[in-house]
């Protein structure tokens, strides 16, 4: 799984700072036992249930502090606390892992204030969500194609943003990490002999993920492939490709040695 970066800077951004009014914590959260669920009976005027909420989620009871920022829309619906509790809320679900809830409740935000000027942190809120999901390539990688998608349409829409700057570094490692599932998948059929689903999978990694670092691989895996099928020709292009981008790279060593043993005469110069 890809670590989680610390994009949790967002938390003292504009969501918190905005609050704007001072307001005074008074005795936490009344209930049954003191679960979230228990304090959604008790009535509370605005400013208290939304610093309830604020403290919890100081303290790191994020799922309490959902469960109170959802209070806070559900009771004071017109209040202007409703529109930064129903964020605030989606970020306590991100904070405690709970990535479904984050990305419906930053899906319902947008969907109700699509021009808010916290809209751009939301679709982040929704990248980030995805992104933390993504499993090892071994795995299916649906939640890395919905990473992909998220942090594309939020740097399509915010692109002078700071959440635009971080979402192209995640994508970087996003597309790396699907160029590298497309090596797995690809090596998989080399080893079992289905040479042109291999090179399928390799010249999929040179097409769509070129800039990443899986690039001289796929090609010298090309070379292989193309050599196994007996099309030398292609070997020799693909071999003459990677030695004119990565010179010095290993895998173009490899594939000098491959055609010379291979090509009957043709070097990958």
């Not at 939301?122 to 998220?150: G, N």
């Not at 192209?168 to 042109?196: P, T």
Request: aromatic share 10%.
């Amino acid at each position: 799984m890809i670590a989680r970066d610390p994009a949790r800077s967002p938390l003292k951004l504009a969501l918190l700072a905005a609050a704007g009014v001072a307001v005074v914590l008074t005795g936490g959260c009344a209930g049954r036992g003191g679960k979230a669920r228990d304090t959604a009976f008790v009535a509370r005027d605005v400013d208290t249930l939304y610093a309830a909420a604020k403290d919890k989620l100081d303290r790191g009871d994020t799922k309490t502090a959902a469960a109170l920022f959802d209070e806070v829309e559900r009771q004071h619906p017109y209040s202007p606390w409703a529109r930064r509790a129903q964020l605030m809320s989606a970020f306590s679900y991100y904070a405690g892992g709970d990535y479904t809830k984050a990305i419906q409740n930053a899906q319902r935000f947008l969907s109700i204030h699509p021009g808010n000027r916290d809209a751009p942190y939301a679709y982040y809120l929704i990248a980030l969500s995805y992104y933390e999901q993504i499993s090892d390539v071994a795995r299916d990688q649906k939640d890395t194609l919905q990473a992909k998608d998220a942090l594309t349409e939020l740097i399509r829409r915010y692109p002078s943003t700071r959440y635009a700057d971080d979402a192209r570094l995640k994508l970087d490692l996003v597309n790396d990490h699907l160029a590298g599932k497309e090596m797995d998948i690809g090596r998989f059929y080399e080893r079992s002999g289905k040479w042109l689903a291999a090179s399928q999978r390799f010249r999929n990694v040179i097409d769509s993920y070129q800039t990443t670092s899986h690039t001289p691989e796929a090609l010298y895996r090309l070379v292989e492939t193309n050599l196994a099928m007996g099309i030398p020709e292609e070997a020799q292009k693909n071999a003459a490709v990677l030695g004119a981008n990565y010179p010095g790279n290993e895998w173009y060593k490899k594939a000098f040695d491959l055609m010379n043993k291979h090509a009957a005469g043709t070097t990958a110069s």
